[in-house]
């Protein structure tokens, strides 16, 4: 087949996060952040690992930019340390955290890259966790406080920003299931609260930054996925009504349509009793006109009606019984098609770009010092023309940011899985870049993807 060319200006990048690469995690006046204290607490981390050392970017930022100037990246997401800007969540900005940042735009700039940055990734400070974390409205007004430092300093020269990363990981995983920090577990209204403060928070950083007269685009990532009922079952189809609206629509329907979807509201309020934290005007307030929706996707969510659980449905491990990652997600590019579809279907004229997509393999150094992914190779090829599918449907898809730029602390789940173009060894901290980053360097140098498989240049 003919290769498959993306649309001109068409942006390619990777994508990081300070937490899961930095290290540095008591250098130059950083302070604690929830993820630091939940990594400390016995249990939750996967061979008790940390973000302390990660991959070591806070020193290797040289090295590391002119390793994506060798990849063709057009752009380059990373998410920028709240702690390290406000030590506390709050008070004077810290500048030694801040010519951090200054440091690597300039280096991404020397090397035409663009530089995307995410304010939120999860680290929120633990003293405002202590204060009552997402839970509390007081926090809407120190992410603005946090957000109003950073443009202030680096607004003159990002063309793209991100407020916050996911809140339905931070909301649902946090202060719902506990698996992530804070690491609340089972109580639905905290997770409600979050969710809305943290829609609130957006709302009110991307008028910071427009009332602060920067140039470039701002936007927030959602993770997305489209669902499907394991049978034809009107329980099975109000299930997968009912699951969208937890994973999606919650999260969508506030910062592109100024209101919460009303099915839900009904749905979660015979469940957690009346949602009091949101005040008249609120809902609108998290609407301030993005000027780009970020999407992450992993995989789809086949669900079926549970009566007798919490939340009345749940999500089927065994899918659609197809390949699996090393995390157990299901592979299923044809998945991402559908969801820029229907994305582009139900918020007409909204920018969209998938900020994080990438498969997590136990990656093994050969015997040739080399690593070979071929299962990354394919994963990717076939989502990239999943979403080249996406765009010949009528999707307004502007970019595409693999995850991720390298191997990377991830989360509870510590340093087994490995999402990375770039190898880490974690012993000496050498980069070495896998088959699959050849392969992006073709496809972004090209701005095209074979669909055959035959990727030589």
Not at 212 to 235: E, K, M, V
């Amino acid at each position: 087949m003919d290769e498959l060319r993306f649309p001109d200006g068409f942006l390619w990048g990777l994508a990081t996060s300070a937490y899961q690469i930095e290290g540095a995690a008591r250098e130059d006046g950083r302070g604690e952040s929830v993820w630091d204290r939940y990594c400390r607490t016995p249990g939750r981390v996967a061979g008790g690992a940390t973000g302390d050392v990660a991959c070591d970017h806070y020193h290797r930022v040289d090295s590391d930019v002119g390793l994506l100037a060798e990849l063709g990246v057009g752009s380059y997401r990373f998410s920028v340390s709240w702690t390290r800007i406000l030590p506390t969540g709050t008070g004077a900005p810290n500048g030694r955290g801040l010519d951090f940042y200054d440091r690597l735009v300039d280096r991404l700039l020397e090397r035409d890259i663009a530089p995307t940055v995410t304010l939120n990734h999860w680290d929120l400070p633990q003293a405002l966790q202590d204060a009552g974390g997402w839970t509390a409205r007081a926090t809407v007004d120190r992410f603005d406080e946090y957000a109003a430092a950073v443009f202030a300093r680096l607004g003159d020269r990002v063309p793209r920003w991100i407020t916050h990363n996911e809140p339905w990981c931070i909301a649902v995983l946090g202060y719902w299931r506990g698996v992530h920090a804070p690491g609340v577990a089972g109580d639905l209204p905290a997770a409600l609260a979050a969710a809305h403060h943290l829609h609130l928070s957006h709302g009110r950083a991307v008028r910071t930054y427009r009332e602060q007269g920067h140039p470039g685009a701002i936007g927030i990532t959602l993770s997305l996925a489209p669902h499907s009922a394991c049978s034809g079952s009107d329980a099975d189809g109000e299930a997968v009504r009912l699951s969208d609206g937890y994973f999606n629509r919650w999260f969508l329907d506030p910062v592109l349509r100024g209101r919460y979807p009303d099915d839900m509201v009904r749905h979660f309020s015979g469940l957690a009793g009346p949602l009091d934290f949101i005040r008249p005007g609120d809902a609108a307030a998290a609407d301030a006109g993005i000027d780009f929706l970020g999407v992450n996707y992993y995989q789809p969510r086949v669900v079926r009606a549970a009566p007798g659980q919490y939340l009345g449905w749940e999500v089927l491990d065994e899918g659609s019984g197809g390949p699996r990652t090393a995390m157990g997600w299901e592979i299923a590019p044809g998945g991402l098609t559908d969801l820029l579809v229907r994305l582009a279907r139900d918020h007409p004229g909204t920018p969209l770009f998938v900020t994080e997509n990438g498969v997590a393999l136990e990656d093994r150094l050969s015997d040739d010092g080399a690593v070979h992914d071929p299962v990354r190779v394919a994963f990717l090829r076939d989502h990239f023309v999943a979403a080249h599918r996406a765009i010949a449907a009528g999707a307004d898809l502007r970019g595409y940011f693999v995850w991720s730029f390298m191997d990377n602390f991830e989360w509870a789940l510590g340093y087994r899985p490995r999402f990375g173009v770039v190898y880490v060894d974690y012993g000496t901290l050498r980069r070495i870049p896998k088959d699959s980053a050849r392969f992006v360097r073709e496809v972004f140098t090209r701005n095209a993807v074979r669909p055959d498989g035959d990727d030589s240049a």
